[in-house]
C-alpha cells in the first residue's frame, strides 16, 4: 500500500523542480510518484510511496539546498 507524504518547501520555481529531479527520482521505486504545486503559497512536494520515509525525503532536499518540511494530517 502507498503512502502519501505532503512537504511545505522552498521550491519556488520549475527550474529548481526540475534540477531535483535526479534527487527525487532517485529515492522512488517501482510505481512510486512525486510532484510539486508551485502554485500553492507553501510550494506542496507531494509523494507516493510505498516505503519512502519523510525523513529522508527531507534531509535529501536539505542536502540539495532547500527547505523541506512534513505537513501533518
Known sequence: M???L???T???TSR???LLRP???GLMGHGETWNFD???C???L??????????????HLKRAGFWCEELED
Open 38 to 40: 508551485l502554485e500553492d
Open 46 to 59: 507531494r509523494v507516493e510511496a510505498t516505503t519512502l520515509q519523510a525523513t529522508t525525503v527531507i534531509r
Open 2 to 4: 502507498k503512502n502519501v
Open 16 to 18: 529548481a523542480a526540475h
Open 6 to 8: 505532503v512537504f511545505r
Open 10 to 12: 522552498s521550491v519556488n
Open 23 to 25: 534527487v527525487l527520482d
Open 42 to 44: 507553501d510550494r506542496i
